[in-house]
């Protein structure tokens, strides 16, 4: 290990136990983490901060106002009404039927446009006794299905391409693929009904009771034109979003930004509102990772790393030991960096190559690794996990009870449905 990967792996280690001891506000200890990465020579300013020009938070940046508009508007107290309204059933009933709902809902809405919907719609439900918002906000944001084929193309494409990449041929079946998804939501259901109560009982809205019953009397604080225009434009927010690598270019990546300018201009948002939602601690947080994680990949950190658990796993290793390595070595390295496809192809190529030195199909190790890459959420420095544990008011204590035990648990039966299943 080089001069150079120890500073920077001091630097993320530094970082994580910052985040850990919840001293510094949510966001900062990753910013600071960037300029220690400068300061140390690790990485330009212009490596550093990257994720501040990067595509994929610009693309957030817009949507986050888009959203913050679109609470204002009829359709989503209708929504909200209804959510609210299977919560106040209480019970594990309510629970259950609550999170079916938002499964179904994901399966033609995914993606950010999926989480970052769903959070700030639980969010805004009013305190319930019989069933905490609290209580519900993790579990929902990680209501993931994947039930139908529209949502497995993708991935059995970067499947097969890394098995062919190999000089072997095969990948998963859609068939195969989505009921594994299924059975993984049944999983998740009864995983659900049992941890759910050991997450905090707390009000996670601003709203008091008093506010709550103002809710009830919905009046709309924007004309009826500027809420044509939210809704038009969130529709060709939504379209953008799922042509995305379709579109030429990157206009995808600009649009949200472009219609949050829209709604600025009508008078929907006030320029406040958009500066406050383009540059929330949550979005601090996932700019500044992906420098952190560009560092590590520019001083040969996370090559280094995947090269030693290769050397490490020796001979005569079990299917099963193989595939549950190098899943989770992707998955912890997606997590750390921020970078699925990163981790995906630091790691899946290692554990493809002793797969079949082994003797064993290429297969279950690639569908492993490609599935735990964007099992990237047991540490609140991305998206999905960042945006649920902030809006939550979870203390990272709080978000680990919840989501320490779901990681072990998606993990081992990815792994093991690998096996079983695609060997």
């Not at 927010?237 to 799922?242: D, E, H, N, S, T």
């Not at 945006?387 to 990272?396: I, V």
């Amino acid at each position: 290990m080089t001069l150079s990967m120890i500073i920077t792996l001091a630097i993320v280690v530094l970082m994580v136990a910052v985040i850990i001891s919840d001293k510094l506000p949510f966001g900062a200890p990753a910013l600071i983490a960037c300029a220690l990465l400068v300061v140390t020579q690790q990485a330009d300013v212009a490596t550093a901060f990257s994720g501040f020009a990067n595509n994929n938070v610009i693309m957030i940046m817009g949507f986050m106002v888009c959203t913050a508009a679109l609470q204002k508007t009829t359709a989503i107290h209708k929504i909200k009404g209804l959510l609210n309204r299977v919560a106040k059933k209480g019970g594990i009933g309510g629970f259950i039927l609550l999170l079916f709902t938002i499964m179904v809902v994901g399966n033609f809405i995914t993606g950010t446009a999926f989480y970052v919907l769903i959070i700030s719609i639980i969010a805004t439900i009013p305190y319930n006794k019989e069933l905490p918002t609290s209580r519900i906000l993790l579990p929902a944001a990680f209501c993931s299905s994947g039930w139908l084929p529209n949502g497995a193309a993708m991935m059995i494409g970067i499947i097969g391409s890394l098995v062919e990449a190999t000089g072997h041929t095969g990948t998963v079946s859609v068939a195969m693929y989505c009921l594994v998804n299924v059975a993984w939501s049944a999983v998740y259901l009864l995983y659900c009904v049992v941890m759910h109560r050991f997450l905090p009982d707390r009000d996670i809205s601003e709203s008091t009771a008093a506010a709550a019953k103002e809710e009830d009397k919905f009046e709309l604080t924007i004309t009826k034109t500027q809420e044509k225009i939210i809704y038009a434009g969130y529709v060709v927010l939504l379209i953008g979003l799922v042509f995305l690598t379709t579109l030429p270019g990157e206009i995808g990546y600009g649009l949200p930004l472009v219609i949050a300018g829209v709604y600025l201009a009508c008078g929907a948002i006030s320029f406040k509102e958009m500066l406050n939602n383009m540059f929330s601690p949550v979005l601090i947080m996932m700019a500044s990772v992906i420098g952190v994680a560009a560092a590590m990949n520019n001083s040969g950190l996370s090559t280094y790393l995947g090269n030693l658990v290769g050397g490490l796993m020796g001979e005569n290793v079990s299917l099963f030991v193989l595939v549950l390595v190098f899943g989770f070595m992707t998955s912890i390295c997606a997590t750390f960096t921020g970078a699925s496809f990163g981790s995906l192809f630091i790691f899946a190529p290692i554990g493809i190559a002793l797969s079949v030195s082994y003797g064993y199909s290429p297969i279950p190790v690639a569908y492993a690794c490609v599935t735990a890459a964007w099992i990237n959420w047991f540490m609140p420095i991305d998206g999905l996990p960042a945006l649920a544990m902030g809006t939550g008011k979870y203390k990272l204590t709080e978000f680990w009870t919840f989501i320490l035990p779901l990681w072990v648990l998606k993990m081992l039966f990815t792994c093991g449905a690998a096996c079983l299943l695609f060997a």
